[in-house]
């Protein structure tokens, strides 16, 4: 009952999309690899979109805590408040190669020469023979989000320097079900054998990352 008693509304919403969208992708990503690939995952698509919705109801949940208790906490809430929306926002920048499909703006010749879709983006850019969207958005983020995921929890609940540090800076902790779920739709995702399965990943990551500032562990320290 305690664990039902701290699930919210937006929770049950959230984990009900989560839900149905993997149940979706995995349908289409085995019985019709091409349509999951070229329609559910099609650029500017509802996936697409839908990750940027998510990344901006991020930045605004943390825009408005800041708005409601900045004058109560230290200079760390406020630092640890913008760190978190000019990554959520640069993220969601990053989603939409900045408005240029939107705006039907021209790829600069820099970009058209070493951005592998040739998008005013960043994360598509090959530095000589390496891919940044591989490196960092792979390898480095994966293993930073992996971390975040199961090692500082698993820290915050055992070792108390660890936990007074972070609820010091402010930073949200993920609940065992955040990362559970984390870790789960990760495994599931990874056995569809369409190619764009990461993008599906993506849109999974996000949401539950909005899970988590929504209701983190050390949730009481956001309250007024």
């Known amino acids: 009952m305690k664990f039902l008693n701290n699930i919210d509304k937006l ?3 959230l984990f009900l999309v989560l839900v149905m969208t993997t149940l ?9 690899p091409e349509f999951f690939t070229n329609r559910y995952m099609m650029e500017d698509g509802e996936i697409e979109y839908g990750t940027v919705v998510l990344l901006l109801a ?19 809430f ?16 990053e989603e939409l190669s900045w408005g240029q499909r939107i705006f039907g703006l021209e790829t600069t010749e820099y970009f058209k020469e070493n951005n592998d879709q040739q998008e ?5 850019l090959v530095v000589g023979d390496v891919k940044i969207n591989k490196l960092i958005f792979g390898v480095i983020l994966t293993t930073a989000i992996m971390v975040y995921m199961v ?29 559970l779920l984390y870790l789960a739709i990760t495994l599931i995702i990874s056995l569809i054998p369409a190619s764009k399965n990461w993008e ?16 983190p562990v050390n949730r009481q320290i956001f309250q007024p």
Do not use: K
């Open 151 to 179: 090692l500082i929890p698993f820290l915050y609940h055992r070792v108390t320097a660890v936990r007074t540090f972070l609820d010091t800076w402010y930073i949200p902790i993920p609940r065992l079900r955040h990362s």
């Open 58 to 76: 991020s930045c605004g949940i943390v825009a408005y805590r800041w708005w409601v208790m900045g004058s109560q906490r230290t200079f760390r």
């Open 24 to 32: 979706l992708g995995l349908y289409w990503g085995f019985v019709n």
């Open 11 to 13: 929770e049950v919403i």
């Open 78 to 93: 406020t630092l640890i408040t913008l760190i978190i929306i000019a990554a959520f926002f640069f993220v969601a920048g």
């Open 200 to 215: 599906l990943l993506e849109f999974e990551s996000v949401l539950i990352f909005l899970l988590i500032l929504w209701t």
């Open 120 to 124: 005013l983006n960043l994360h598509n």
